[in-house]
Each structure stands twice: as C-alpha cells, then as structure tokens.
C-alpha cells in the first residue's frame, strides 16, 4: 500500500469505529452485532491469509510505534507466522462468538475484545490506529449491560416484531 492509500483506509477505519462507538451508546444489539461481525470477519482473513500468504505479515513490522512489537515480529513471529496468526484468528472467531452469546460468555467475549483491540494499537497504523482504540470503547460501552439472551434470539425477536408490522400495515 502506498502512504495514501494507507491514510485512507486509516480515515475509513477510523469513521467506522466513530460508527461502532455511537451505535454501542445508542443501540447496544447494533454494536454487539457489528463487534461480532468485526472479529468474524478478522478471523476469516485471518485464517486464509495464514494459510496462503503469510508473509504479508512482516509488512507491519515497519509501522509498529513498540520497537518490542517490531523485534517481535521480525524475529520468533517470522519464523513461524502461520502458528501465531491462526492462534490470533482463533482467538478472534471466540471473540466473536462469546459476544454473541448471553451472561457471563458475553462480558468475557467484550473483555477479550477490548483487550485485543488495545493490545494490537502499538502497531500504529498497520493495525489502523486509533480505530482500534476507539472500537476498544464501544466494547467498554457494551460491557455495562447484562445480556439476558443471545444475539441471534434478539435478532428472531426483531425479524418477528418487523413480520407483524409489515403483515399489520398491509
């Protein structure tokens, strides 16, 4: 990627995590479903891209403000990027999934989202810094509510009460 074309997508990152942030405030079910489908999604390119281009990963080491994180992945990290990349997607799709559960799985998944979005922030813009911190607070946000049901009994509860509006007004 070019300096532009990084800057870019470090603004498009940026907006949606201000997006994930507002819509966490205002609707929590939204920003639940949007957290769940962040970390799906990371965890699937992710996981492919482990498998078929690791290398792409070696690229972030020159963007990372931590010279601990730059040596890192320089060094045990590129001897062995397809163990420690599919353990991070791993370790994505339980994000992903424990937030989209009820209870405690659902506290521990946003726990584990924060912790992840602020761990990977010292790699700068490669980890498209300050959206990770930001999305950090919109998982913060969610923590403070109980979830009594999973999201996809939500999302059947909103798919039933739209059916019956639809079926009432037409």
Known sequence: MTETEMRIAQLISTGVACLML????????????????L??????????????APEVYLEYAPLAW?????????????RHIPL????????QAAIAVCVSLSGRAASLGLLG?????????????????????????????????RYATTL???????LRIAAARVTVTH
């Open 22 to 37: 507002v819509v966490s405030w205002r609707w929590r079910p939204l920003g639940r479903f949007a957290l769940v489908a």
């Open 39 to 52: 970390f799906a999604w990371a965890a699937e390119v992710n996981f492919r891209t482990a498998l078929t």
């Open 66 to 78: 931590s010279s601990w994180y730059r040596d890192f992945i320089l060094g045990p990290f590129a």
């Open 84 to 91: 420690f990349v599919t353990a991070i997607a791993a370790s």
């Open 113 to 145: 989202a924060m912790v992840f979005l602020v761990a990977i922030a010292p790699l700068g813009v490669g980890s498209g810094f300050p959206a990770t911190v930001i999305m950090a607070l919109a998982a913060w946000k969610l923590l403070d509510a």
């Open 152 to 158: 996809w009994h939500e999302a059947a509860q909103w």
